[in-house]
């Protein structure tokens, strides 16, 4: 069965600077996707990036950027110039390609801190 | 239109009380999904329709009744819940199977009192 691991379960990070966020996984499975989303105190679950896992090239969205090494089983999220508005839960995921639908496996999260 | 919405936010019940939730999405996506989220956790799958289908039911109790009544909506009905069902209630849709990613609605705060 697939697990993921959020090993840090809170963290704080200064505005402007950058912090990274990680993820661990365990799977057999050579095809699937990997996902961070953030769900802010107000509730409502956004994804921020998703990974390929047959991509080499590593996911970047504006400030948020991953660190995917695949062979470690690895999948961490930096976020750069953070801002007050970065505070949130961020979860990491994990989906099998092409497996059943609602096959989305949480990590525990990480709270993110951002002080002005 | 690129948004789950859910109704109501919030909904504070009785131990004998009926009543509904309801979702919302018009991105054409044929997949929808429930979760209950307690606080600090993660959120944990209850139900998911495919094309209409309840194709997966996480031994949820029978207290929630899912429904979709078409391909844009999903209801959870619940009735003789207990105090431990209080949760934060999610839904979410996806696109077609070869592109997973899943959108969330805000929520609804469900208290059982």
């Known amino acids: 069965a697939q697990t993921v691991t959020q090993s840090q379960p809170e963290m704080s990070v200064q505005e402007a600077e950058t912090v990274t966020l990680s993820c661990t996984y365990d799977?057999?499975?050579?095809?699937?996707?990997l996902f961070w989303y953030k769900q802010p105190p107000s509730r409502q679950m956004i994804l921020v990036i998703r990974?390929?896992?047959?991509?080499?090239q590593n996911a970047t969205e504006n400030r948020f950027s991953v660190n995917f090494q695949k062979a470690a089983k690895s999948f961490s999220l930096k976020i750069s110039d953070s801002q007050l508005g970065d505070t949130a839960m961020y979860f990491c995921?994990?989906?099998?390609?092409?497996?059943?639908?609602?096959?989305?496996?949480f990590g525990k999260g990480t709270k993110l801190s951002v002080k002005p | 239109d690129t948004e789950v919405t859910q109704t109501p936010k919030h909904l504070v019940m009785g131990m004998t009380n009926k009543k509904s939730l309801k979702c919302e999405q018009h991105?054409?996506?044929?997949?929808m999904y429930w979760y209950k989220q307690k606080a600090k956790k993660p959120p944990e799958l209850m139900f998911v329709?495919?094309?209409?289908?309840?194709?997966i039911n996480e031994s949820v109790p029978s207290r929630f009744s899912p429904e979709c009544p078409n391909s844009s909506l999903l209801n959870l009905h619940l009735h003789a819940l207990q105090p431990e069902d209080s949760a934060l209630y999610l839904c979410?849709?996806?696109?077609?199977?070869?592109?997973?990613?899943?959108?969330f609605g805000p929520g609804t705060r469900l208290t059982v009192l």
């Open positions: 979410a849709s996806s696109p077609p199977l070869e592109d997973n990613e899943q959108f």
């Open positions: 799977t057999s499975e050579s095809n699937y996707y």
């Open positions: 990974q390929e896992a047959y991509k080499q």
């Open positions: 995921a994990f989906m099998n390609y092409g497996g059943s639908q609602g096959n989305l496996i």
């Open positions: 991105m054409g996506h044929r997949a």
């Open positions: 329709y495919s094309y209409e289908k309840l194709s």
